[in-house]
Protein backbone atom coordinates (compact mmCIF):
# COMPACT_ATOMS: atom_id res chain seq x y z
CA UNK A 1 0.00 0.00 0.00
CA UNK A 2 1.41 3.39 -1.05
CA UNK A 3 1.61 6.43 1.37
CA UNK A 4 -0.44 8.22 -0.83
CA UNK A 5 -3.61 5.74 -0.52
CA UNK A 6 -4.12 6.89 2.99
CA UNK A 7 -4.09 10.51 2.54
CA UNK A 8 -7.29 12.70 3.69
CA UNK A 9 -8.74 15.85 3.93
CA UNK A 10 -10.45 17.01 7.52
CA UNK A 11 -13.50 18.85 7.09
CA UNK A 12 -14.48 19.97 10.85
CA UNK A 13 -17.73 22.26 11.85
CA UNK A 14 -16.33 24.60 14.47
CA UNK A 15 -19.41 26.90 14.60
CA UNK A 16 -22.28 26.75 17.11
CA UNK A 17 -24.76 25.37 14.52
CA UNK A 18 -25.44 22.21 12.22
CA UNK A 19 -23.98 22.81 8.37
CA UNK A 20 -25.37 21.41 5.63
CA UNK A 21 -22.82 19.91 2.96
CA UNK A 22 -25.54 19.84 0.18
CA UNK A 23 -23.93 22.20 -2.57
CA UNK A 24 -20.06 22.00 -0.86
CA UNK A 25 -17.09 20.61 -2.83
CA UNK A 26 -13.49 20.75 -2.72
CA UNK A 27 -11.37 22.01 -5.87
CA UNK A 28 -7.18 22.33 -5.47
CA UNK A 29 -5.04 19.41 -6.86
CA UNK A 30 -8.06 17.24 -5.42
CA UNK A 31 -11.68 17.14 -6.80
CA UNK A 32 -14.52 15.96 -4.43
CA UNK A 33 -18.90 17.18 -4.44
CA UNK A 34 -20.22 15.99 -1.15
CA UNK A 35 -23.25 13.72 -1.91
CA UNK A 36 -26.48 15.31 -0.89
CA UNK A 37 -28.16 15.12 2.32
CA UNK A 38 -24.53 15.38 4.57
CA UNK A 39 -24.38 17.81 7.14
CA UNK A 40 -22.29 18.41 10.24
CA UNK A 41 -23.36 18.97 14.05
CA UNK A 42 -21.32 21.92 15.96
CA UNK A 43 -17.36 20.10 16.43
CA UNK A 44 -18.26 17.23 13.98
CA UNK A 45 -15.72 16.20 11.33
CA UNK A 46 -15.66 14.25 7.84
CA UNK A 47 -13.46 12.99 6.04
CA UNK A 48 -12.70 12.93 2.32
CA UNK A 49 -10.07 10.22 1.40
CA UNK A 50 -8.04 9.38 -1.37
CA UNK A 51 -8.59 5.73 -1.27
CA UNK A 52 -11.54 3.99 0.95
CA UNK A 53 -9.94 0.72 1.35
CA UNK A 54 -6.83 1.37 2.20
CA UNK A 55 -7.72 3.95 4.48
CA UNK A 56 -10.23 1.34 6.29
CA UNK A 57 -6.95 -0.69 7.46
CA UNK A 58 -5.80 2.00 9.23
CA UNK A 59 -8.75 1.21 11.97
CA UNK A 60 -9.43 4.84 12.39
CA UNK A 61 -12.99 4.98 13.71
CA UNK A 62 -13.87 8.08 11.38
CA UNK A 63 -17.11 9.24 9.23
CA UNK A 64 -15.92 9.14 5.50
CA UNK A 65 -17.71 11.09 3.14
CA UNK A 66 -16.31 9.11 -0.11
CA UNK A 67 -12.93 9.12 -1.71
CA UNK A 68 -11.82 12.23 -3.71
CA UNK A 69 -9.80 12.24 -7.31
CA UNK A 70 -6.47 13.91 -7.83
CA UNK A 71 -3.80 14.01 -5.47
CA UNK A 72 -2.09 16.09 -2.58
CA UNK A 73 1.22 16.93 -4.04
CA UNK A 74 2.55 18.32 -0.96
CA UNK A 75 3.58 21.21 -3.04
CA UNK A 76 1.70 24.25 -1.54
CA UNK A 77 -0.91 23.82 -4.01
CA UNK A 78 -4.52 25.98 -3.13
CA UNK A 79 -7.09 23.55 -1.45
CA UNK A 80 -10.67 25.32 -1.74
CA UNK A 81 -14.12 24.70 -0.05
CA UNK A 82 -16.71 26.03 -2.42
CA UNK A 83 -20.66 26.30 -1.94
CA UNK A 84 -21.76 25.66 -5.68
CA UNK A 85 -23.69 29.16 -5.45
CA UNK A 86 -22.42 31.04 -2.29
CA UNK A 87 -18.38 30.44 -3.55
CA UNK A 88 -15.27 30.46 -1.82
CA UNK A 89 -15.89 29.05 2.07
CA UNK A 90 -11.88 28.39 3.18
CA UNK A 91 -8.53 28.36 1.65
CA UNK A 92 -5.55 26.61 2.24
CA UNK A 93 -2.29 26.51 0.90
CA UNK A 94 -1.48 22.77 1.32
CA UNK A 95 2.49 21.63 1.55
CA UNK A 96 4.09 18.92 4.37
CA UNK A 97 6.78 21.69 5.57
CA UNK A 98 6.91 24.33 8.12
CA UNK A 99 5.26 26.44 9.16
CA UNK A 100 1.49 24.20 7.77
CA UNK A 101 -1.15 24.13 9.02
CA UNK A 102 -0.81 27.98 10.49
Not at 3 to 17: C, M, P, Q, T
Request: without cysteine; aromatic residues 10%.
Amino acid sequence: MARKDLEFVEIRNSGLASISLDGVEINGGIDFVFPTGLSLTPGEYILVVSNIEAFSTLGINARIAGEYSGSLSNDGEKITLRHETLGKIQQVVYSDWYPWPE
